[in-house]
């Protein structure tokens, strides 16, 4: 294969600016070859604006099964990613798909398991793993420079949404259009982030979650979460869209200090000696460790959705290893689910979660939201 | 009366820095008439240095019925503060209690009981809200700048403690001997100010305390809550003395935008409109209020404790009202008891707490503590 040909699925806002960079040649080694969406009207413009050498279709099974391309790239809302990857997987395809991967655990599972068995090439667009910020934080955690982490605290309230927003329209902030709210809408990346750039996943977590809170909405839009890691630590996650204006500010602290990222910056206060170890030899009851405040240097660059798609290209057609694996969309989600449970069932969630459990609870909502509306 | 003859209980640090400024004729309307201390010792240190002209006992109990002072400055180990303010209100004493007011909330409402039945001048030295950053964020919320409050959040790790620092008194960090550890000795005014400055008390508490964390104590030392307040808002309160260097970031969101204390400042983002009447208006889907981002001038000045006492003086001579009334000491101190409360029942604490469960369950840990030492 010389070049990847890709097909897009759903040509909404992700969808068209992923065929943008892609008809402009912006993807080494990629041409976009074809595209599907369910509104005729919306392939007649892309006829119109990028003429007739790429191909449409009106189904996504109809173009897995076209001949015409190799991969796709799955834009199309939440709850069908894992069902059109399944069917994609089985046509042979690699497959790249939108985060969030799905709504609900299960069905994410069972495309991962579909990836496994076709052996191809699977990603998901987490397009924050290539943002310098979160590699620099990623690469000093997983080299030790800031020691055992012991605590981690994620502010992210600045998904501000107002009620036009979600008027905007009728599936919006609705369990059975979107399958949630700002977990699984806006915080994607961070819920991605927090673990990625830890490497901790949480062992179990307490949340508390508020639904349609100033907003006249069915889903969370506020919530509060606390994590304990297997290692001892702690974490929480607090997320809101109704605070203007938020903030957006992850720190972490370690053994040998402290980072907060905030305002695009990344702070480390660094202990000259580990905790741990100033605290063994430490004999002088209000002493405290040595530590240095500086600026970490992030360097330019991050591509984002673009350097994504470059790296998955680059993994069907040289087997360079991923970013941004497909199988991983399951740890944030897994997260997402777990605080939604712990509110319904207004109790401790163990991970990984009942799969099932979470599935009941929101064919629930589902019910109740169809009920309140008939 | 012309001078408000004071007796100091307990010549530690606290009260010995009290009696510096005292003897110094620092507070107006304020003179040190006596000390107590059960340490025969410290009192002839006192004599020698400070000259006959105060007098000196072995017991609080005979400083009280001496005839020689009008109010007393309890300056002795938590728990026994509310016994001895009830029986100094009792010989119609004024009373200026240390934080914490108490251990438990029994023993402090019995307390306060006590003095309203005397009706004398009772006081607790809250001298952080002598500090002019809470004063400022106190008015800015009670006139209604930051409107109606949606989110509180306050981390304050910068209670850095060593194990030396632990090891260096046998009472300390002791279910026993303090009655408890991070949340009693290190935060009892940020647990004040998060409910004085924001005028808000929780209606209910999920908390989740870590015992000896890091360190070889018994006693809490790493706790992360959360809030729920009466008119919708959250809040979470996370504290903790083993991370080094800890941070102090006191966040505030409201209808009309965000405060910050970080660093001595204070940073106001406002809405130039409030938050829900722009969302009721707006029509434009990611439209956001229009925000403008300051610094507020903060006065010099604060004398903490020293204001503290002058201002309990002021309050006897002159019936002025009090920036700290000692009733206000249970506030603080139910939050505190919340945390452990609902780390022990692993389950919400509803405001205000059940205070003969949280004696009962306080109860078990000192025993189990004698018990683990036996």
Not at 165 to 192: C, F, K, M
Not at 316 to 330: K, Y
Request: some cysteine; hydrophobic content about 35%; glycine content about 10%.
């Amino acid at each position: 294969m010389n070049k990847v040909r890709i097909g897009i699925v759903g040509l909404g806002n992700m969808g068209t600016g992923h065929a943008a960079y892609l008809i402009e040649g912006q993807v080494n080694g990629a041409v976009l070859a074809a595209v599907s969406d369910i509104r005729p009207e919306r392939l007649a413009q892309v006829k119109e604006q990028w003429g007739d050498g790429i191909r449409t279709f009106e189904s996504p099974e109809e173009m897995f099964r076209s001949g015409a391309i190799d991969g796709v790239l799955l834009c199309t809302p939440h709850y069908e990613h894992p069902v059109q990857a399944i069917d994609a997987f089985a046509c042979g395809l690699h497959v790249l798909v939108e985060k969030p991967a799905g709504v609900y655990t299960k069905q994410v599972r069972e495309m991962n398991e579909a990836a496994a068995v076709s052996g191809k090439i699977y990603g998901i667009m987490y397009n924050q793993r290539t943002n310098p910020l979160y590699m620099k934080l990623r690469e000093l955690i997983a080299s030790g420079e800031l020691g055992e982490i012991r605590r981690t605290n994620w502010i992210i309230t600045n998904w501000y949404r107002s009620q036009s927003y979600y008027n905007s329209g009728g599936w919006r902030a609705t369990w059975a259009g979107e399958g949630g709210g700002v977990l699984i809408n806006q915080d994607p990346h961070q819920l991605d982030l927090w673990q990625w750039a830890t490497g901790l996943m949480p062992k179990r977590i307490r949340a508390f979650c508020s639904f349609g809170k100033h907003r006249d909405i069915e889903v969370e839009n506020d919530v509060t979460a606390y994590a304990e890691y297997e290692n001892g630590a702690t974490g929480v996650f607090v997320t809101s869209t109704h605070e203007y204006p938020g903030t957006n500010r992850f720190e972490i602290s370690g053994d040998r200090g402290k980072i907060v990222i905030e305002d695009d910056k990344m702070t480390f206060w660094r202990l000259r000696q580990p905790e741990s170890e100033f605290n063994r030899v430490n004999t002088s009851p209000f002493a405290a460790p040595e530590v240095w405040k500086f600026e970490i240097p992030i360097s330019a660059g991050g591509a984002q959705h673009k350097e994504i798609t470059q790296d998955w290209t680059n993994a069907i057609l040289n087997g360079t290893p991923l970013l941004a694996p497909g199988e991983d969309g399951i740890k944030g989600l897994t997260i997402s689910n777990a605080m939604l449970l712990s509110t319904w069932t207004d109790g401790w969630v163990d991970l990984p979660i009942d799969e099932d459990l979470f599935y009941d609870k929101l064919q629930e909502q589902i019910e109740r939201s169809a009920k309140s509306r008939a």
